[in-house]
Structure formats: C-alpha cells, structure tokens
C-alpha cells in the first residue's frame, strides 16, 4: 500500500504542475502547492467550490468544463490545451490532462494535473508569425526579381545585354536586401540606403553627388523598392545625364512633406551641369521602374527634363513607406 505521506510529499514536490481533484459534479476537492502557485487561489480558498473558476467565461459559456469530465469518463482520460485563468483574472496557456478517480471500477471525481505552457505558446506563436513574414517577404521579392527579368529580356537588343542588365539590378537588390537583414533591423536609415544605392562609398565620382535629409527610416519593402529606383536614375545620370561629364552635379534631397493631406516622404533627385536633356520618345525599362514608384506604400513621381539635367520628384505616403511589412 502507498505511504500517504509519501504521496503527500510527491504533490508538495510538484511545484511546476496544478494537480487537483474534483468530485463527479465538478467541485475541488483538493488543490496542491503547484495549483497555489500556478493559479494563485489557495486550498481553503476553492475547497467545495466549481473548478470551472479557472477556465475562461468564453470556455464555460461552451460548457468546456462539463464536456472534459464527459470526454474523461467516456475515454479513461482528457486532453486540453486552452487559455486558463488565475486569480488575478490574467490568463495563461494551459497544458492539461484529466484522468476519472475509480474506486472498485465505479468513478468516484477527477484528477485534474494543468501545466503553464504560456512561454513555448508565445514562442510558437511568434515562430508561426516569423515564418509568415518571411514567406510574404520571398513572394515579394520572387515577384520584382520575376519582373525584372522579364522586363529585361524584352527589352533588351541581345542576350548580353540583357544579362548585363539582370545582373546589375539583381546586385543592387542583393545589396538593399543584405542592408536589411545584417545590423540594421527591420528598418533601416534613408541615408544609408541612398549611399549603398548610388554606390557613394565605392565610386570614384562620389563628389559629384550631394546628399540633405533628416534622419528617417524606411521599412524593408519600400527600401527595396526605393534603391531599385535610386540605382536606375544613377544608371541613367552614368549613361546620358550629369555623371556622364566630370563637372556634372547630382543633389539629393530628402524630408516630410504633405500628400493628399497626409504626411508623406519625399525625395528629389536634380541633376544639374549635364549634356541637354529631351523627353524619351521611347519608354524603357528604366523610366518605367523608376515610374513604378515606391512598393508597399501610395506614391507620386514626377519626371521633368529641364536643359541641364533630369529631375525626379517622388513622394510616398509616410505610413506605408515607414511600414515593417
């Protein structure tokens, strides 16, 4: 036969677990150190009462508790993993298990043991919320990698020139991208991006550029978006604009401005002491990419063409462009 006290030290031991016994109409009738601990209410404080008490009302209002004795009494035992109570009214993520108590074959309450399974439930939960993050951001990327080589492709006069074209926007991506995911968070500092982007910090003609603009973060969608467009209008200043000649000038600028009566971001681009500019009579990839505007947010841009350069003005609704999807 068991030595009582032996069972007793057992339930006193087990802290980390509420085990509890019921009668057959539901009601405590003993409540160990573990449930204090776990629950907050003490032995004498639920002795007789309802053990529905640490179920939610939403739970009750469903007649759970009722249907667990029911499942346990049908199946030998009853699983659970639901939100709990405690005595303060917070919840917790509970991992439970109810056995029926049997005296000669007739079932006499329950045994009820619960477990506090809040920390792995957060811990799921934002692994599920990770993992959908990712996948949205990679079908995000697969579709402007998609377009891009596409567009590419179609445009292009021969196949080198179409491979060099992929590649040198496929690299500038990889480099927004990297940006992104080593040492500057799910945002990342317009100034930055705008460097990386126009390659200030490895061409030689850096001082033919000027860069104004507050401190202000852009989030992974649109900064992807906006270096993809910044890296077209530096391809284009190198190849008909101000970067084709050595005095050729290109000020960037950036802040807060208003769209359609919300706050928005805005940045110009003006190329100054270049080769005469005319409108294009052909739209290519480029002007269409940088026309495109900025992903993941509303957005406006107008290209104008004045004598002496190209200018770019584009505004993006701040709300989205700031956004961390």
């Known amino acids: 036969m068991t030595n009582p006290r032996i069972a007793e030290m057992v339930l006193e031991s087990a802290i980390d677990y509420a085990i509890l016994t019921s009668d057959l109409s539901g009601n405590v009738t003993s409540w160990s150190v573990g449930a204090e601990n776990i629950f907050g209410w003490t032995e004498d404080e639920v002795l007789g009462l309802a053990a529905d008490i640490i179920f939610t009302s939403d739970d009750r209002a469903q007649d759970i508790p009722r249907r667990e004795m029911a499942n346990a009494l049908k199946n030998g035992r009853a699983t ?22 049997q005296n000669n074959g007739a079932a006499e309450g329950f045994l009820k043991i619960v477990r506090d399974r809040t920390q792995q439930k957060r811990a799921d939960e934002l692994q599920s919320t990770l993992s959908q993050e990712l996948s949205h951001r990679l079908k995000n990327q697969l579709a402007m990698v998609q377009g891009l080589v596409n567009q590419s492709l179609r445009r292009a006069d021969n196949i080198e020139s179409a491979r060099l074209s992929i590649s040198q926007r496929l690299r500038v991506l990889g480099q927004a991208h990297d940006l992104l995911l080593t040492g500057y968070g799910e945002r990342m500092e317009v100034r930055t991006l705008v460097e990386k982007a126009i390659n ?9 550029f000027t860069l104004t603009g507050p401190e202000l ?16 209008l530096t391809t284009n200043a190198f190849k008909y604009g101000a970067l ?9 600028e950036w802040g807060i401005a208003e769209m359609d009566e919300e706050a928005a971001f805005k940045l110009d681009w003006r190329e ?7 409108p294009p009579t052909v739209e290519g990839l480029g002007t269409r ?3 495109n505007g900025v992903a993941g947010t509303l ?7 004045p004598a002496d350069g190209l200018n770019c003005t584009i505004l993006a609704q701040l709300e989205g462009f700031q956004a961390d999807t």
């Not at 200030?200 to 033919?208: F, G, N, P, T, V």
């Not at 973060?217 to 077209?232: D, I, N, T």
């Not at 957005?299 to 063409?305: I, P, Q």
């Open 80 to 101: 659970d993993e639901r939100w709990h109570l405690r005595k303060d009214g917070t919840r917790f993520w509970a991992s439970g298990e109810m056995m029926p108590l």
């Open 272 to 278: 100054k002491n270049g080769p005469p500019v005319v």
């Open 244 to 252: 084709s000649r050595t005095e050729g000038q290109i000020i960037i």
């Open 299 to 305: 957005t406006k841009v107008d290209l104008t063409y």
């Open 289 to 291: 990419l940088i026309k």
């Open 200 to 208: 200030l910090d490895e061409d030689k003609r850096s001082s033919q």
């Open 217 to 232: 973060q852009v989030g992974p969608q649109s900064g992807l978006s906006l270096a993809m467009l910044l890296h077209e």
